[in-house]
């Protein structure tokens, strides 16, 4: 059953797939500017640049320059970098790692902080811990990553010199920023887990435990909070299909090499290639991501029926 679940979610993305790349291939050719000039170069004369465009086969009806590259993407083939030259799958291959391991450092803490933070909150309800946990998830939610990105160079790199400015040469490159991007996480499951927590704590079944003589932790921990879980693991997913699309700001001020500095650059010079296939890889990466929150739906509650 599982196996025919995955594969009739599988069968369902193509369409879905189909729909996002026409509408992105029209926006991204919908953006200012010419490529063709800029692969040409700024000295370039008219009939130059119209050579380039030509070659580029930028030209063509908008529709047969879709039909070309959508035959090329059913070979594998995702085009090639007008800036760089090189294969489309090099250079987001070349960006992704820096990206993916930033994005599990991230949701690592967060998750670990969020939870505590909410599960002590929603035991402690209307108490100094709720109001100061929950004084810390608004803070977080409601400060820009950039400037706090910028605020943690500027006291851990520039004034301490602990930590590296940016890049990802150490491990201690991925400390400032993976803060910088987990706050933001880390308070809004705190907020979800709290939520979600206090209402499962009415339940039959938790007075039911703590008639029986279940300690207050194995209520909470043990069986409460599995029951909350659902909408928890749904924010997160969320949230890591965000942070694996690349945080574009966290990864400009900290000079990050990753996917989303990358469609930064490759929106500066119209490198539609490149913009193309990181807008499907990231629509892609949300698909999946829910496909794996809904089958851990059956995890944590086989009650659900996946069918």
Known sequence: ML?????KRIVELIPILLVISILVFLFVHFIPGNPARLVAGKQATFKEVQLVAEELGLNEPIWKQYVSYMKGL?????????????????????????????TISSMAWSLVVGLLIG??????RNKWQDFSGMFGAVSGISMPSFWLGLLLIQLF????GWLPVGGNDSWQSYILPSITLGTTVAAVIARFTRSSLMDTLKDDFVRTGRAKGLSENKVVWGHALRNAM???VTMSGLQFGFLLGGSIVVEVVFSWPGLG?????????????VIQAELLLFALEFMLINLVVDLLYGVLNPRINLD
């Open 119 to 124: 599960v002590v909150s929603a035991t402690n």
């Open 261 to 273: 500095s990358l469609l930064i650059d490759s929106i500066s010079f119209r490198d539609y290639p």
């Open 230 to 232: 659902v909408p928890i």
């Open 74 to 102: 059913f070979q594998g083939d995702f085009g090639t970098s007008l800036k760089t030259g090189r294969p489309v799958s090099e250079v987001i291959a070349s960006r992704f790692m820096p990206t993916f391991w930033l």
């Open 157 to 160: 790199s520039v004034q301490l």
């Open 3 to 7: 196996f025919r679940y995955i594969s």
